[in-house]
């Protein structure tokens, strides 16, 4: 390979500049200096997320562009559910030997696509080599008052904002490299795992309705333990309810693929829908009742009149067991 095609960062620079050129009005300064400069009043929410090659994701799954779109959204999401709207972004990149600036720079026009669909700017970032491709985005949103994950009350309903399992769905049509008969809806598991869409206007209707929230990465049942446990409750997922929510196309799919569609719900992951408490007198138009808020603690399954422990959510063990899955 041509060293003028491998990526060099003086010119990568001018070519990330060429690509992040649209500012929003909290960006006074992008990139090409030392630092961003950036003007903004009241309160600020800040994330951080990292996709590493080989533990989120696999090259051959999903182009430069997915993974720009992807890495980017998995941040933004956990400005989303609490109740932020999102206002610039820093994007580093490590990359191997032979990455190509064609290359870094499809990757960028995917975080751009994804910045422009949230009303975001990358302001800028660090480029560095290393032995595999990994994008760390992080991410300030603005926000009025946040919504933690620590105020869920007894009596208050479980909200689900945005769909469960369809990304987790996508996962397994990769691993299995067929989709047998159920083609459109493998197409749509596909875009869910490759293209997930942070829930912007479902987090901002939660604001000032919400007393908890938190954004489902790493599958329903484990990151309701999180809220749980910070609040200091017992959650109740109703499984008709549940259920009720993942559609038929989803139930079909997951069969074709030799698992449940509750499955993939509760324990697949990366679905960056959001889960939300608050009183019913509050509830948004849109959102599903999937649950209740009750004193106990832990994460509960019921079906009727049965309750059951829900097992825990995914743990990622890192390394090529598990690519695609949680964060």
Same mark, same amino acid.
């Given at each position: 390979m041509r060293r003028s095609q491998t990526v060099q960062?003086? #010119? #990568?620079? /001018?070519q990330l500049r060429a690509i992040f050129r649209d500012q929003s009005r909290h960006v006074e300064l992008g990139i090409g200096d030392d630092a961003a400069v950036l003007s903004s009043a009241g309160r600020l929410v800040w994330t951080i997320d990292t996709a *590493?090659? @080989? *533990?989120h994701f696999e090259r051959g799954w999903l182009s430069l562009a997915d993974l720009g779109w992807r890495s980017f959204h998995a941040a933004a999401s956990d400005v989303c559910a609490m109740g932020g709207a999102p206002i610039a972004a820093l994007s580093s990149v490590i990359f191997p030997a032979g990455f190509r600036a064609s290359q870094l720079a499809e990757l960028a026009r995917g975080q751009r696509a994804a910045a422009r669909a949230l009303g975001c700017t990358v302001a800028g970032g660090n480029l560095s080599r290393g032995s595999e491709l990994s994008v760390t985005s992080t991410l300030l949103g603005a926000v009025s008052r946040p919504i933690l994950r620590s105020g869920a009350k007894p009596g208050d309903e479980l909200w689900l904002c945005g769909e469960l399992g369809w990304a987790a769905a996508g996962l397994r049509v990769l691993q299995r490299g067929r989709t047998g008969a159920a +083609? #459109? /809806? /493998? $197409?749509? #598991?596909?875009? /869910?795992? $490759?293209r997930p869409q942070a829930q912007l206007a479902a987090g901002l209707a939660l604001a000032g309705r919400a007393r908890a929230a938190i954004d489902i990465s790493d599958g329903l049942a484990g990151d309701a333990a999180h809220l749980a446990k910070d609040s200091g409750v017992q959650l109740v997922l109703e499984l008709p309810a549940l259920r009720a929510s993942l559609g038929r196309a989803l139930v079909t799919l997951a069969e074709r693929l030799g698992t449940a569609a509750l499955q993939l719900a509760l324990? !697949? !992951?990366e679905d960056y829908a959001l889960l939300a408490a608050g009183p019913m007198r509050k509830r948004p138009a849109g959102v599903r009742v999937i649950g209740r808020v009750q004193q106990g603690r832990g994460v509960w399954l019921s079906e009727g009149a049965t309750l059951t422990p829900a097992a825990a959510g995914?743990? @990622?063990s890192g390394? $090529? +067991?598990a690519p695609g899955v949680g964060r």
């Open positions: 960062e003086f #010119a #990568a620079i /001018a *590493v090659e @080989h *533990v +083609k #459109a /809806a /493998a $197409r749509r #598991a596909l875009a /869910a795992f $490759r324990y !697949g !992951g995914f743990q @990622h390394g $090529r +067991k």
